[in-house]
């Protein structure tokens, strides 16, 4: 039996294989016959933010985006959509549901998988909570959680639940609602009430806690949620690199001290720039301004380079089952840094096309023709996922799971 082998010896655990026996219009098993095998979506979760697609998906695209969307959906498979409160609802009563919602719909006909950021957070919250009593603002965050996670059921599925907890009950850097309901009832009140009011509106939901302090502080928060029966679904671990590349070592401690409770890894917000560094003093990367951040030729190499390496090494870590890239494009980028993988002006970096070679390359079947053998069968190792196998105008789909060697029977085509 001929078999197509697509595969990554760093990724041993990424890998499944199937061995189909194609059926003939007359049900029996189709020998000898040209068949065509393709990869349709990766198992594992390449993500992207959507913001910069509410405007497309509404019809009130600006010059350029239907061009940057195209770039978006050629790479990436997972979608962060903007859910932070004080956006999402500037005047009470009065949220963008139907705004995101039909973002939703236009990622998810697309083939994307979703994700809501945050559901709970101490920053960029309604000004209007904030002369509110304590007991208010908890019902008003437990009302919000059960009012999106509700209305976005069936297309967003999985949200940070809570976004930088460590740091929450301290957050001095501006008064808000939320650091005061975690400072008089408790870091654990807060995050559970997030978690519990979540599932309250679906159970099937899958959440995240999600921090950028990757210090022993959270490892102790996840230690006591866990001990107090909190159930997380997966560890969100941020990487904002504006200050350089951590490098592979660094990397793979912060993986490894993570994956010891179990629970699969999200690297949610990982970003690295393609011009000048941060410098290193600066602690909160919100205290760094500058007029002009522009990204240079030497800088979009290095970033290229530094992507390539931090993909290699969380793709190859078996814990890892999620990156999102921040940012597509330096058009409105975080902090106003050249992070992007495409130039403002539109024009593809290099970094994009490194990262297309791993993704829809090196880790990606493409169409590829083949003989079935005397009993119409035909083997297939690959990167877990979607797949297709087509005999002229007929096709049907199956899948690889990782570690897994299946046998698939498809109807006759």
């Not at 697309?110 to 304590?134: A, E, S």
């Not at 965050?141 to 639940?161: C, K, M, N, S, T």
């Not at 119409?376 to 196998?389: K, Q, S, T």
């Amino acid at each position: 039996m001929q078999r197509v082998v697509v595969h990554d010896l760093s990724s041993p655990h990424r890998l499944g294989e199937a061995d189909l026996t194609v059926l003939g219009p007359d049900g029996e098993p189709l020998a000898d016959a040209e068949v065509t095998l393709r990869q349709t979506r990766h198992d594992f979760a390449f993500g992207n933010i959507g913001f910069d697609f509410v405007p497309l998906a509404n019809a009130t695209p600006a010059e350029g985006d239907a061009e940057l969307a195209g770039l978006w959906l050629e790479l990436f498979n997972t979608a962060t959509l903007p859910f932070y409160w004080g956006d999402f609802e500037v005047v009470p009563g009065l949220p963008r549901t139907a705004e995101l919602l039909a973002t939703a719909r236009w990622f998810a006909e697309r083939g994307v998988r979703l994700k809501g950021h945050p559901l709970m957070w101490h920053t960029v919250q309604p000004q209007w909570l904030l002369d509110l009593p304590l007991d208010e603002v908890e019902r008003l965050q437990r009302e919000r959680i059960r009012r999106e996670v509700g209305d976005f059921r069936g297309l967003v599925e999985v949200w940070d639940a809570i976004n930088e907890a460590v740091i929450m009950p301290v957050f001095t850097a501006e008064d808000n609602g939320i650091t005061r309901l975690a400072r008089a009832k408790g870091r654990f009140h807060a995050i559970r009430l997030a978690f519990d009011e979540a599932r309250a509106a679906n159970p099937e939901v899958h959440l995240l806690i999600n921090d950028f302090d990757l210090s022993s502080a959270y490892e102790c928060l996840i230690e006591g949620l866990l001990e107090a029966g909190v159930r997380i679904d997966a560890i969100g671990l941020q990487t904002h690199m504006h200050q350089g590349y951590r490098g592979e070592e660094a990397v793979l401690a912060v993986a490894d001290r993570f994956a010891r409770y179990g629970l699969p890894l999200h690297f949610t917000e990982t970003s690295l720039v393609s011009g000048q560094l941060m410098p290193p003093e600066i602690v909160d990367l919100n205290d760094y301004v500058v007029e002009s951040w522009p990204s240079t030729p030497e800088g979009e190499a290095r970033q290229a380079d530094e992507l390539v390496r931090h993909y290699r090494t969380l793709v190859g870590h078996p814990a890892v089952e999620a990156i999102t890239y921040w940012g597509i494009t330096d058009r409105g980028a975080w902090l106003g840094a050249p992070i992007g993988l495409v130039r403002a002006d539109g024009t593809p970096k290099p970094s994009y096309a490194a990262l297309h070679a791993l993704i829809k390359g090196e880790w990606w079947l493409s169409p590829t023709t083949v003989r079935t053998d005397d009993d119409g069968r035909v083997g297939v190792r690959g990167f877990a996922g979607d797949y297709e196998i087509s005999v002229g105008a007929g096709s049907a789909p199956f899948t690889l799971t990782p570690g897994t060697r299946s046998e698939w029977t498809l109807p006759p085509l």
